[in-house]
């Protein structure tokens, strides 16, 4: 059953927390990336990585990281000095990187509560 | 700031109704896609049309792109109660590769 899968669902954090959101995808893609929703908005692109060991900033980096040591998974790490962390996250993956966009599959998302 | 910007950001309507939504987007395009998420969901590609094209159909969805206006147009014909969902475009600006830009939205409500 090829898809791309998010861990967890729901994740609390207290002040001071770093935490690690998963991302995994079967689908032989290439490129994949990390988007923060926060409520009644659209997605703003935190990560993306186009290969294995490579990544790059997007929009909102500060106060995330993220590893790409394997093809299939890119997880996120939402540390302490993100500020204002409470939000939806959404990973996706494409085909690949190039000059013109390709269709994004989604995971299901992990919604991060700061207490 | 965001390249896409849905209109109108809600939308009630009957089942059996039309939905129309629309995009507009700032700089030049390669392609435009329109993506549907149920609430608290993923997000679930619908359709790409690409710049060099002027309307695509895909079953009861219909979009059409006028980038001499950047704009674009979801059309849902015949719209059910599962179409109930938040309504999404994306663009790739023309110097941006593969970078898709989301809009904000529009929160479709089809009631029964």
């Known amino acids: 059953d090829g898809g791309i899968t998010q861990s967890p669902k729901y994740l609390f954090r207290k002040e001071g927390q770093n935490v690690t959101l998963s991302c995994e995808q079967n689908?032989?893609?290439?490129?994949m990336y990390w988007y923060r929703q926060d409520p009644g908005q659209g997605l703003r692109l935190i990560y993306y990585s186009q290969i294995v060991n490579d990544f790059q900033k997007g929009d909102i980096a500060e106060g995330y990281s993220v590893s790409r040591e394997k093809k299939e998974s890119f997880p996120l790490t939402v540390t302490s000095a993100q500020k204002n962390p409470t939000a939806f996250y959404l990973c996706?993956?494409?085909?690949?990187?190039?000059?013109?966009?390709?269709?994004?599959?989604f995971g299901p998302g992990t919604r991060l509560t700061v207490l | 700031s965001q390249q896409g910007e849905e209109d109108p950001q809600a939308l009630s309507i009957q089942e059996g109704e039309n939905a129309t939504m629309n995009c507009s987007y700032k700089t030049s395009i390669n392609n435009l896609q329109w993506y549907r998420q149920n609430s608290g969901r993923g997000l679930v590609h619908l359709i790409l049309?690409?710049?060099?094209?002027r309307e695509k159909h895909s079953g009861r969805l219909r979009v059409t792109l006028d980038t001499s206006k950047k704009s674009s147009s979801l059309l849902i014909t015949a719209s059910r109660a599962a179409d109930t969902a938040s309504y999404f475009c994306?663009?790739?600006?023309?110097?941006?590769?593969?970078?898709?830009?989301f809009g904000g939205g529009t929160r479709l409500m089809v009631k029964p």
């Open positions: 996706a993956s494409s085909i690949r990187l190039s000059r013109y966009s390709d269709t994004q599959y």
């Open positions: 689908l032989n893609h290439d490129a």
């Open positions: 049309i690409r710049s060099n094209e």
């Open positions: 994306a663009t790739d600006a023309d110097n941006a590769g593969n970078m898709l830009t």
